[in-house]
């Protein structure tokens, strides 16, 4: 049972461009959502979360949006810049996070 | 601050030896702690977690185990590795539920060869 999923394996953008990485989910019972970003052979880094009461967080660049209903949730990346190229998994939580699959975000100079 | 420790970096083993991959936190007490394996083309799947010294809970059954002897200590083992065993895996910790984030080592290269 594959409780979160990143159906987009890939995803390549220009550079000043928006970036959106997709993320769905199946259980309600998640208290919050998780984006992080990873490079190969490193740990993911942390980059937004949000919490299952709020429909949107914004930091800088990056804001999350979430939609209950639809069990849907996106990373938006304004402006995406080639440091932006990475794989990015949206994960769920309760009292432990759930990966997707991940999406390979290249930001073309 | 808090830190999390994880070795070795790289590890070749031979199929049917040992395994056992360390991870320590520093800088907080009674974290809950994670191991993930991410392998080749694929996602991070969660391994085991453990909210407390003792309490393992595990996520797939596999050729693996997890055992936590101190509070901030976490061991990934296995008595006799398989090919399938090879991945990057990592350790991460977090203050527990809520919204407090988790963060991971540096993760570890094992090739089972």
């Known amino acids: 049972d594959q409780q979160v999923k990143q159906n987009s394996p890939s995803l390549s953008v220009q550079e000043g461009r928006i970036s959106i990485l997709n993320c769905d989910y199946t259980?309600?019972?998640?208290?919050?959502f998780l984006w992080y970003k990873k490079y190969p052979a490193e740990g993911p880094t942390f980059l937004i979360s949000?919490?299952?009461?709020?429909d949107k967080n914004e930091d800088g660049r990056f804001t999350v949006f979430l939609n209950k209903s639809a069990k849907h949730l996106s990373l938006h990346i304004v402006p995406s810049q080639p440091g932006d190229s990475a794989v990015y998994f949206c994960g769920g939580a309760t009292n432990k996070l759930i990966f997707g699959t991940g999406t390979l975000l290249a930001v073309q100079p | 601050s808090q830190t999390i420790h994880q070795w070795p970096a790289t590890l070749v083993q031979p199929v049917g030896s040992p395994l056992s991959l360390e991870c320590t936190v520093e800088?907080?007490?009674?974290?809950?702690l994670y191991w993930y394996r991410q392998a080749a083309g694929r996602g991070l799947q969660l391994l085991f977690y453990?909210?407390?010294?003792?309490?393992i809970s595990s996520e797939v059954p596999q050729n693996l185990s997890a055992s936590r002897p101190q509070d901030r200590q976490f061991i990934l083992s296995s008595k006799k590795l398989l090919l399938s065993d090879s991945g990057f895996y990592l350790c991460?910790?977090?203050?527990?539920?809520?919204?407090?984030?988790?963060?991971f080592g540096s993760g570890t290269r094992l090739t089972v060869v």
């Open positions: 800088g907080t007490s009674n974290p809950n």
């Open positions: 453990s909210v407390g010294i003792g309490q």
């Open positions: 991460a910790w977090s203050k527990g539920r809520g919204n407090y984030g988790y963060t």
């Open positions: 949000i919490s299952s009461i709020k």
């Open positions: 259980n309600s019972m998640f208290d919050y």
